[in-house]
Every structure is written in C-alpha cells, then in structure tokens.
C-alpha cells in the first residue's frame, strides 16, 4: 500500500514526508513549521495557505488563520482549546469550534 506524501521544501533540502505523520502546521514570518508525530519537524518557506492545497480537507483543520491540525492527533476539544496527540494546545474561537465539533461529528458518523 502506497503511503500518502508530499514534499517539502526546508532548511535541512527536500523532504518526502508522509501526511498522516503531520500533528499541526504554523505559520510563522519567516515560514511553516510542520510538526510530525515521530518528533520531527520542519520550517517550510512556503506559507500555511500554499501548503493547505496539498492537504486533505476532511482530515485536516485551521484551528485559527495561521494554524492548522490534523484531525487524527485530535485528543480533545475544551470550551476554547483542542489538545493534540503531542499534548501540544491551541487557542480556537467559538465559531471555529462550533465548526470543528460538526465536522468531527460527520466523520464519526460515518
């Protein structure tokens, strides 16, 4: 079975990395750091809005304009964070956590 990838370009040069591995992306001035779930992470030149066209849209989420998650490392959601498999937090508003409840609720459904 073929693994889903994309390729990055990072400090370290071109990385292959399998997209069921990315925790969380950020953006930050100077780029996109990608967190994966083996430690790893990247600092992307590219933008967070470049890279969402490489992702899934039913698997992964912006938590705000400038981060998205990966609705597989999801552990919890709280009245104005969501907790990450990495233990890691982000601040979401009450509109976007009303929108991520009903997505993940579809996909529970189905």
Known sequence: MKKDTITISSAQGKKKIEKDKIIYCKQYLVG????????NHYLMKEKLSELQHFLDDNT???????????????????????????????????????????????AASL
């Open 32 to 39: 996109t750091l990608i967190e994966l779930s083996d430690g």
């Open 60 to 106: 992964f989420f912006n938590v705000s304009s400038r981060e998205m998650i990966n609705l597989e490392h999801l552990e919890a959601v709280f009245s104005d964070q969501v907790l990450l498999s990495n233990q890691k937090t982000f601040h979401i508003n009450p509109i976007r956590k009303l929108a991520l409840l009903r997505k993940v609720g579809q």
